[in-house]
Each structure stands twice: as structure tokens, then as C-alpha cells.
């Protein structure tokens, strides 16, 4: 839903010169609250739970760029909450300054505004990027490294498997009945780790056949 301004302020008006966050986490799963912390009290804040790889499939980051307006400031707790790519960075970072909408990273301890064209915090965003996009891309060909390494030994198995809300509800209800756990691996090509975690629910308890 697209809130229009002053709709979310309790007992405001819609003056000039609003605290915007925007705070992103990659999944429902992670927990924003040290952003939340990090970024203070504000007017307005833009909660995504969404990759940064790229703009697209990101609507709070939409629904801020529509939403921010001239003397308002944008505050993030770090460059790559708002982008993992220098491109992106550099394209969101434009387009909200060319509102004069200011940009400030906490982090890093940089703001940017509009018409105020520092080359050297430009330089800093730019360095700042890319060197985080270099080790993403390092660690992405070490994993790739390891893989292959794993390979060969014979040790790599890919990724746990994941089971179906189905397969999950009849998991569970052949434990309870009492199947041993191995055969419950082996019906359904699954690890004990992910047995146990698919098990470990809160008031399940778990079949102890001595496995």
C-alpha cells in the first residue's frame, strides 16, 4: 500500500525536511533490528525484505524513491542495504539528489546532497563500492573453488533437499507413529541433521528408536 505523506506521522503535519530510513534484510528470517537501531528515530521508515543484487523486486525502495521529497533525508545504515552494485548505488544515490533529497550512510559516515558535488565523497562511495564488490566476488570464486575441490574427492552432495509442506506434515506423523529415523532418511533422501531440524518443532516430540 502506498502511503501518501503525513499518513504515517502520529500528530504531524507534513513538513519539510522529513528523517526517511530505508532498512533492508535479505529474508523474512533476518532480523532488522540493529538497523532499526542504527538509524534512530526517524519520520518514516522503508522496511524490505529482499536481496540487494539488484532494484528489481525491491517496492519500499520504490515506494521511498516516490515518497522522498526536496530537504528530506534519506539515512541507511550501510552502502550495501541500499545496493550491492556500484551501479545501482550510484543510480539510486542520483536519482534521489536530483529530488534534493540528501543520502546519508551511517557507516561510512557520508552524506550526500543535492548540488553539493564533493569528488572526493563520490570517490569515497565509488572505492567504497567497489572494494566491497571485490571481495563479494572473491568469496563467490572461493566457494565456486571449494566446490569443485569437493568434487573431486567425492565430498560434495550439493544442497540439503529441501521437503514440501506435504512432505513435512507426513514426515512428522510417521515419526510420531514410530518409524525409525533411518528409514525416515532414506525414504525421503534427507540428512539426520535435516531430519532433526525438520522434526524439532515447538511441542513435537521426538521418536527415540535408538538411531
Same mark, same amino acid.
Given at each position: 500500500?502506498?502511503?501518501?505523506?503525513?499518513?504515517?506521522?502520529?500528530?504531524?503535519?507534513?513538513? *519539510?525536511?522529513? +528523517?526517511?530510513?530505508?532498512?533492508? =534484510?535479505?529474508?523474512?528470517?533476518?532480523?532488522? !533490528? /540493529?538497523? @532499526?537501531?542504527?538509524?534512530?528515530?526517524?519520520?518514516?521508515?522503508?522496511?524490505?525484505?529482499?536481496?540487494?543484487?539488484?532494484?528489481?523486486?525491491?517496492?519500499?525502495?520504490?515506494?521511498?524513491? *516516490?515518497?522522498? +521529497?526536496?530537504?528530506?533525508?534519506? =539515512?541507511?545504515?550501510?552502502?550495501?542495504?541500499? !545496493? /550491492?552494485? @556500484?551501479?545501482?548505488?550510484?543510480?539510486?544515490?542520483?536519482?534521489?539528489?536530483?529530488?534534493?533529497?540528501?543520502?546519508?550512510?551511517?557507516?561510512?559516515?557520508?552524506?550526500?546532497?543535492?548540488?553539493?558535488?564533493?569528488?572526493?565523497?563520490?570517490?569515497?562511495?565509488?572505492?567504497?563500492?567497489?572494494?566491497?564488490?571485490?571481495?563479494?566476488?572473491?568469496?563467490?570464486?572461493?566457494?565456486?573453488?571449494?566446490?569443485?575441490?569437493?568434487?573431486?574427492?567425492?565430498?560434495?552432495?550439493?544442497?540439503?533437499?529441501?521437503?514440501?509442506?506435504?512432505?513435512?506434515?507426513?514426515?512428522?506423523?510417521?515419526?510420531?507413529?514410530?518409524?525409525?529415523?533411518?528409514?525416515?532418511?532414506?525414504?525421503?533422501?534427507?540428512?539426520?541433521?535435516?531430519?532433526?531440524?525438520?522434526?524439532?518443532?515447538?511441542?513435537?516430540?521426538?521418536?527415540?528408536?535408538?538411531?
Amino acid at each position: 500500500m502506498i502511503v501518501r505523506r503525513g499518513e504515517a506521522l502520529v500528530g504531524k503535519t507534513d513538513p *519539510a525536511g522529513q +528523517r526517511i530510513a530505508y532498512v533492508r =534484510v535479505s529474508t523474512v528470517e533476518q532480523n532488522p !533490528a /540493529r538497523q @532499526l537501531e542504527a538509524v534512530g528515530e526517524c519520520d518514516r521508515i522503508f522496511t524490505e525484505h529482499a536481496s540487494g543484487k539488484s532494484t528489481e523486486g525491491r517496492p519500499q525502495l520504490a515506494e521511498l524513491i *516516490a515518497y522522498a +521529497r526536496q530537504g528530506d533525508t534519506v =539515512v541507511i545504515a550501510s552502502m550495501d542495504r541500499l !545496493a /550491492r552494485s @556500484l551501479a545501482d548505488l550510484s543510480q539510486i544515490v542520483q536519482q534521489l539528489t536530483d529530488k534534493g533529497t540528501a543520502v546519508e550512510f551511517l557507516k561510512e559516515r557520508l552524506i550526500f546532497r543535492a548540488g553539493d558535488d564533493d569528488p572526493f565523497a563520490r570517490f569515497q562511495m565509488h572505492l567504497i563500492g567497489a572494494v566491497a564488490e571485490f571481495e563479494r566476488e572473491l568469496i563467490r570464486q572461493r566457494q565456486r573453488e571449494g566446490i569443485e575441490a569437493a568434487k573431486r574427492r567425492g565430498a560434495y552432495k550439493g544442497r540439503p533437499r529441501k521437503l514440501t509442506s506435504a512432505q513435512l506434515e507426513e514426515l512428522r506423523t510417521r515419526a510420531l507413529a514410530g518409524v525409525p529415523k533411518k528409514q525416515l532418511m532414506a525414504d525421503y533422501g534427507i540428512s539426520r541433521s535435516t531430519l532433526y531440524r525438520s522434526l524439532g518443532q515447538p511441542g513435537l516430540p521426538l521418536p527415540s528408536d535408538g538411531s
